[in-house]
Every structure is written in structure tokens, then in C-alpha cells.
């Protein structure tokens, strides 16, 4: 079982949805990131959390150290958000990343 | 511009050759990785260093070697080139532990025929 769960898998979307992607993770973690990367592209963090909630333009993450689960929400969805959002967790002294496996987002007119 | 630089973006090798990849970041970080990308897996460590003169082996090590003379460059080595070790690698980095920012290069594809 993966350190790290990301749902769902792929996510197609009309423009303007509101839209929820979920990362579940079973370890003790110093942080979390919540990363973009278009196709044939680099990666980019949007958000980095230890606790409670962001906020960036139409961006929202959250995270539950609790419950060990964080969420990354797309208000007004467009097709420009269409990429791979990938939930990494960043554990230890030496700040290691162990990632998920990304959620392909398809946000259409 | 600030940021992580990885050189070449694209590289084609033959079977057993040899090559490096270069990344360099000029934000002063201690901690830096690097990472392969394969279809439909997540991201996986395969050396990081936490300062100059200091690195440490990952999950995926096997075939790769890595240096940190210097805060700013930490090349991966590839020796003897295998066809298992085509991907797109990604360099990174953080200022620290625990609440710094990441930041990332933007990629080098691999492919070794």
C-alpha cells in the first residue's frame, strides 16, 4: 500500500464546476504540498500545509493532521486548470517527498 | 531568473553509455533531490543531499551516482545507461527543513535505446 493516496484517479469536468481532489496518507508528516503539472510540463507547488487551510485565487487546500487527509478544491473551474495535480508528503530530518501518483484533471468548455 | 536550472532537457543515449545531468539552484538551499517520473507511477527519490559535501541514497540508487562540492550544483551521474533508465528526471529543492518552499526544475527527458 502506497504512503500515499490520491482520488480519484482522472477527473473530467465542465468549465465552471466546482471540483475536489483527495489525498489520503498514513505517516507522521513535518508537510504537505499540493503540486500542478501540465502535460509535457515541469512541476509547479500551488500550496504547502501543515495544518488548517490556504487559500490562492480560485485554489483551496486543506489539510486534517488528524485524520491524516487533505483536499485540494478548484472553484469556477476552467479549462486552463486542465493538468496533473500531484499530493506529496514531506517526512523526516532530511525533508523527503514521497508523492502520489496524481489526478488528471480534464476541464472542458 | 532565481530558480532550480536542469540541463539537457532532452537526451537520447545508447545502451551503456555514460552521461550527467546538471542542476544548479541559486537560492542558497541546504536540501536538494532528485527524482525520476515514470507513466502512471508517482515520483520516486533517487539521491538527495542535505548540504555540501553530504548526500544520501533514495528508494530508486541503482545506477545513478550523485555530488554536492557546492551549495549550488548537485549533478546525477548515470553510468553504463540501461533501457529501465529511461524517464524524466527532476531535480528540486528546499531551504530547509520542515517549512521551506519547493521548488523544481523543469525536467529532463531520458530515453536510452
Known amino acids: 500500500k502506497n504512503e500515499v493516496e490520491q482520488s480519484p484517479q482522472n477527473l473530467t469536468a465542465q468549465e465552471g464546476e466546482f471540483i475536489t481532489i483527495n489525498c489520503s496518507y498514513s505517516?507522521?508528516?513535518?508537510?504537505l504540498h499540493w503540486l500542478q503539472q501540465h502535460p509535457g510540463g515541469g512541476i509547479v507547488s500551488l500550496f504547502m500545509l501543515s495544518s488548517g487551510k490556504k487559500k490562492h485565487g480560485r485554489l483551496i487546500a486543506t489539510i486534517n493532521i488528524q485524520e491524516k487527509h487533505s483536499s485540494l478544491h478548484i472553484t469556477a473551474s476552467h479549462p486552463r486548470d486542465s493538468a496533473v495535480y500531484i499530493c506529496a508528503i514531506r517526512t523526516g530530518t532530511a525533508s523527503k517527498l514521497t508523492f502520489g501518483t496524481g489526478t488528471r484533471l480534464q476541464v472542458t468548455l | 531568473n532565481a530558480g532550480v536550472t536542469q540541463t539537457p532537457k532532452f537526451r537520447i543515449l545508447k545502451i551503456g553509455q555514460s552521461m550527467t545531468l546538471q542542476c544548479t539552484q541559486d537560492?542558497?538551499?541546504?536540501?536538494m533531490y532528485w527524482y525520476r517520473q515514470d507513466p502512471g507511477m508517482g515520483l520516486k527519490l533517487i539521491y538527495y543531499s542535505v548540504g555540501a559535501g553530504i548526500t544520501d541514497k533514495g528508494e530508486v540508487p541503482n545506477g545513478y551516482n550523485v555530488s554536492r562540492s557546492t551549495t549550488e550544483d548537485f549533478p546525477l551521474r548515470l553510468e553504463l545507461a540501461a533501457p529501465s533508465q529511461t524517464s524524466v528526471y527532476f531535480c528540486a529543492s528546499i531551504t530547509g527543513a520542515n517549512t521551506g518552499e519547493l521548488f523544481f526544475g523543469e525536467g529532463s527527458r531520458l530515453t536510452v535505446l
Open positions: 537560492m542558497n538551499h541546504n536540501y
Open positions: 505517516v507522521g508528516i513535518s508537510a
